[in-house]
C-alpha cells in the first residue's frame, strides 16, 4: 500500500477530543449523492482490523497488533481482566475456540477464572494452523508499549469486563490517550470512559434489525450523541430473495444515518459481517460510509484505495 489508510488522523478531532476528526463535511438529510470522495482525503479514511488482523493472525496477539498496523490500519483489541486482576486482550468469554490442546476442565473457564501466569501458558494461536502454534496472551499495557512515541498507531478497545478507572490509568500511565478509541454497545459505559479520559475517542456499536437500531439512534439522539467520536453499525447481506434491499438494513436508513451523523461530525462506520467481496464495500461507500470495520483488512485497503481512484 502506497498511502496508510488512516495516518495523519491525528491532525485534529476537535477541541472536545484534543485531536482531529475527519473532515467529512455537513450535508442536507436527503442528500443522496454525499460520498467520502472529496470530502474526506484517502489517508484520513479509517478502517478497524476485528480483532487485531481479522482473519490474518491469531486474533488479539501482539502479531496480529503489528499486522493492523503494518497495513495502515487501526487494530481492535477485546479486553477482559484475569482473576488477578490483569487487564488483557482476549475477545471470548471461555476457551473452548481459541486454546488449542486444552484440558476439559478448563475449556468452559474464561479469563476471569484465572491468573495471569496461569494465562500465560495457553496457546491462542495453535487453533489457526501448525505456523501460529505458540502465541500466547498478552497484557494490554504490552500492546500500549508498542504505540508509545508512534501516535500513528491507534487501537480500539473493546470491553468485555474491565474496570474502567484501571484502565484510564494504565491508558495515562503509558501516554497513548489520543491514539485510543474506546468501543462498547452500552452508551452510559461509554459516556463513563469519557468522563475519565475526556482526550481519547469513542466508538458505539449496534447491532440488530432496523426497526432496533431506530430506538437506538433515538437514544443517543435524544442526549445530542454526547461523547461520541465515532458509531459503528452491523450490516449483513440481505437473504431475504423478496426485498430489492442488498441488505439487512434500507439503503435509505443507512443514508440517513450517516447524514445525521456527519452534521455531528461524527464517523459513520459500517462492519459489514461476513463479506469479503470489493464490490460490497464500494456500495457501502456509495451509501455514505466513512470508514469500516473488517476481518479482511487487506482486502478492504485495496477496495478503498480502488474506490478513491475510480472517476466519480
Do not use: C
Not at 489508510?5 to 475527519?22: C, D, K, N, Y
Not at 460520498?35 to 481479522?54: D, N, Y
Not at 500500549?144 to 484510564?168: H, S, T, W
Amino acid at each position: 500500500m502506497k498511502f496508510p489508510l488512516s495516518f495523519l488522523l491525528s491532525a485534529a478531532i476537535g477541541a472536545a477530543t484534543g485531536f482531529a476528526q475527519p473532515k467529512t463535511g455537513v450535508t442536507r438529510a436527503g442528500d443522496e449523492n454525499w460520498t467520502v470522495r472529496g470530502h474526506l482525503p484517502p489517508e484520513q479514511f479509517v478502517i478497524q482490523s476485528h480483532r487485531g488482523a481479522g482473519e490474518l493472525a491469531p486474533e488479539n496477539t501482539l502479531e496480529a497488533f503489528a499486522l493492523g498496523w503494518k497495513l495502515g490500519t487501526w487494530p481492535e483489541s477485546d479486553l477482559r481482566t484475569t482473576k488477578d486482576g490483569v487487564i488483557v486482550a482476549f475477545h471470548d468469554a471461555n476457551f473452548e475456540r481459541t486454546v488449542k490442546n486444552a484440558p476439559a476442565a478448563l475449556l468452559k473457564k474464561g479469563v476471569k477464572d484465572i491468573t495471569f501466569a496461569e494465562l500465560s501458558q495457553l496457546d491462542v494461536g495453535g487453533w489457526k494452523g501448525e505456523k501460529f502454534e505458540g502465541r500466547h496472551v498478552s497484557r494490554i499495557a504490552d500492546v500500549f508499549k508498542l504505540m508509545r512515541g508512534q501516535p500513528e498507531r491507534r487501537l480500539y478497545l473493546d470491553i468485555k469486563n474491565v474496570d474502567l478507572p484501571q484502565l484510564a490509568a494504565e491508558i495515562r500511565e503509558n501516554g497513548v490517550a489520543q491514539q485510543v478509541v474506546f468501543a462498547t454497545t452500552k452508551y452510559d459505559q461509554l459516556r463513563e470512559f469519557k468522563r475519565l479520559v475526556p482526550e481519547a475517542q469513542t466508538l458505539n456499536w449496534m447491532g440488530g434489525t432496523e426497526a432496533e437500531l431506530v430506538k437506538r439512534l433515538a437514544e443517543v439522539r435524544a442526549a445530542n450523541f454526547a461523547g461520541i467520536t465515532q458509531l459503528q453499525l452491523h450490516v449483513r447481506r440481505n437473504t431475504n430473495s423478496a426485498s430489492a434491499e442488498p441488505f439487512n438494513l434500507s439503503r435509505q436508513f443507512l443514508r440517513e444515518t450517516g447524514a445525521e451523523l456527519r452534521q455531528h461530525g461524527i464517523t459513520f462506520q459500517i462492519l459489514p459481517w461476513d463479506v469479503n467481496q470489493p464490490e460490497i464495500y464500494w456500495q457501502l461507500l456509495d451509501l455514505g460510509a466513512t470508514a469500516f470495520a473488517t476481518d479482511h483488512p487487506d482486502v478492504v485497503v485495496k477496495a478503498v484505495r480502488d474506490y478513491y481512484a475510480k472517476p466519480e
